[in-house]
Nanobody, 114 residues
Framework: QVQLVESGGGLVQAGGSLRLSCVVSGSIFSIKNMGWYRQTPEKQREVVATITISGRTNYADSVRGRFTISRDNAKSTLYLQMNSLKPEDTAVYYC????????WGQGTQVTVSS
C-alpha cells in the first residue's frame, strides 16, 4: 500500500520561500508520474505542478516561474520549491501519483501572510 508523507509547510510572509517534501513508500517511486496539488476550504483540489518519469515538468499558470517541482528517485522523494510566495498560495499541499486512485496523505499546511 502506497504511503505519502508531505512535510515542509509553515507560516511565511509574502515574498518568502518554502520547500516541500513528499516521501513515497510502499511502491516503486521511479516509475510514477507525480504531482503536487493544493486545496483550500473554498476551492476544489487543484494541480500545482507535475513531473513525469523522464523529468518533464508542467505548472499551473498561477505558479509558473515561482515554483519548481523536482524528484529524487534514489530517495523516493518529491520536492516543491516555492519562491515569491503570495497570500493566495495559502492552502494544504498534497503530493500524489497522477491519475492514481490511491489514497491521499495528510498534506502539509502552507500559510502566506500579507
Amino acid at each position: 500500500q502506497v504511503q505519502l508523507v508531505e512535510s515542509g509547510g509553515g507560516l511565511v510572509q509574502a515574498g518568502g520561500s518554502l520547500r516541500l517534501s513528499c516521501v513515497v513508500s510502499g511502491s516503486i517511486f521511479s516509475i510514477k508520474n507525480m504531482g503536487w496539488y493544493r486545496q483550500t476550504p473554498e476551492k476544489q483540489r487543484e494541480v500545482v505542478a507535475t513531473i513525469t518519469i523522464s523529468g518533464r515538468t508542467n505548472y499551473a499558470d498561477s505558479v509558473r516561474g515561482r515554483f519548481t517541482i523536482s524528484r529524487d528517485n534514489a530517495k523516493s522523494t518529491l520536492y516543491l520549491q516555492m519562491n515569491s510566495l503570495k497570500p493566495e498560495d495559502t492552502a494544504v499541499y498534497y503530493c500524489h501519483e497522477i491519475s492514481s486512485r490511491a489514497g491521499w496523505g495528510q498534506g502539509t499546511q502552507v500559510t502566506v501572510s500579507s
